[in-house]
């Protein structure tokens, strides 16, 4: 009983170890061994009443596929998106910015097709997933498509947000 106590402490003590404050902007970082968002925790607060106090744009880094959130030349945040090795027929439709905040589209997929609208608004000086619009469709029965509107409650903090989370249908964590 003593050695299996042993074994135990030793399997989960590191894993302890791992998730120890001095790592959590790492962890906050990684989500299925991949980095999929990364904030800078330096920056201040995005002002929501000012439309032109932020701005969303590719990025233009050669080899990466990734949205960014600037502020004064500086980026605020980056999210990464997929490729289409990564999520078979993945393509960046694009980022804007709205009335509250901005929204990236996306679209995937082979013999069911989806494109989706990732709406973030902007509300105490952050941005929040609220709500995606996908629409789909089955491309041997073109007859077959569907167009809907998830609200996301609780809206998702922006560095919460993963975009391989909301890649399966029927799924919003």
């Not at 050669?62 to 502020?71: A, D, E, K, M």
Request: with cysteine.
């Amino acid at each position: 009983m003593k050695r299996r106590r042993a074994c135990i402490t030793v399997l989960v003590l590191p894993l302890i170890a791992g998730f120890s404050s001095a790592n959590s902007q790492q962890i906050g970082a990684v989500h299925n061994g991949k980095p999929n968002a990364v904030t800078d925790k330096a920056s201040n607060p995005v002002d929501c009443a000012n439309p032109n106090g932020y701005s969303v744009e590719e990025a233009t880094e050669p080899g990466t596929h990734s949205v960014n959130i600037v502020r004064d030349g500086r980026v605020l945040h980056t999210i990464k998106l997929l490729t289409d090795v990564e999520r078979n027929g993945f393509a960046f439709d694009g980022v804007k910015k709205t009335s509250q905040g901005f929204e990236i589209s996306i679209e995937y997929g082979s013999v069911i097709y989806y494109h989706k609208a990732f709406v973030f608004i902007c509300r105490q000086h952050k941005f929040y997933l609220s709500k995606i619009k996908v629409d789909s469709f089955n491309k041997h029965n073109s007859e077959k498509w569907s167009k809907r509107v998830i609200r996301v409650r609780p809206n998702v903090p922006l560095e919460k947000f993963f975009i391989t989370d909301y890649m399966r249908e029927g799924v919003v964590k």
